[in-house]
């Protein structure tokens, strides 16, 4: 009888990958507050908004996104992903009618987009409660408010909310940015350096 050997291996496999949080925050903070900026009327629109929007904003999340996926989580993969294609489509918003391939968005067709937007934002933002998080609570927060008061200044054509939406947003962007060199401070320094 020929004799059965059992072969047991374990192997152990660390997981190597950065933190993909403090990228994606970076998209979000420095896209957030230039274009927060225009809004409160420091300058236009411009081809300056547009490459943050695709290249920072859009890029930076997505690759989060990817990252976060990779990682196993299911919030940070899709809250990136998706709000990297976000900016991606606002780009689209901006230079499609430019570029005379499609008539430009109406208010109203930019008010329900922005709604919407709204409206997964206060879902994602309901996740976050047990996340436990504050600074990202405080983000989504924010950026729901951000979203619901664009969607009232196109819906009614109020300027003077466009201001307040542009503070929200100046709020809410740099709030981004603290969370994400917060994160890179603390794993630099091994300890908590900025609370998040």
Known sequence: MAETREIVT???V???TANPTPLGFTGLGLSA?????????????DSMIVSMAI?????????AGLMAWKKGSVFGGTAFCAFGLFWFSLAGL?????????????????????????????IMLIATLKLGT?????????LFLLFILLAVVNA????GLLVVAGYV???MGLSALYTALAIVLNDAFGRTVAPI
Request: a negative charge; hydrophobic letters at 55%; zero cysteines.
């Open 169 to 171: 947003g100046l709020i």
């Open 33 to 45: 507050v230039l274009l927060s900026l225009s809004y409160i009327g420091l300058y236009p629109v």
């Open 14 to 16: 660390m997981d190597r």
């Open 55 to 63: 290249f920072l904003g859009g890029f930076a999340q997505v690759f």
């Open 134 to 142: 504050k600074s990202i609570m405080f983000i989504f927060l924010t």
């Open 94 to 122: 901006i230079l499609l009618p430019t570029a005379g391939l499609i008539e430009a968005p109406n208010p109203i067709s930019t008010a329900a987009y922005l709604f919407l937007w709204g409206v997964y934002t206060f």
């Open 156 to 159: 009614t054509g109020n300027t």
């Open 10 to 12: 374990d192997v152990h």
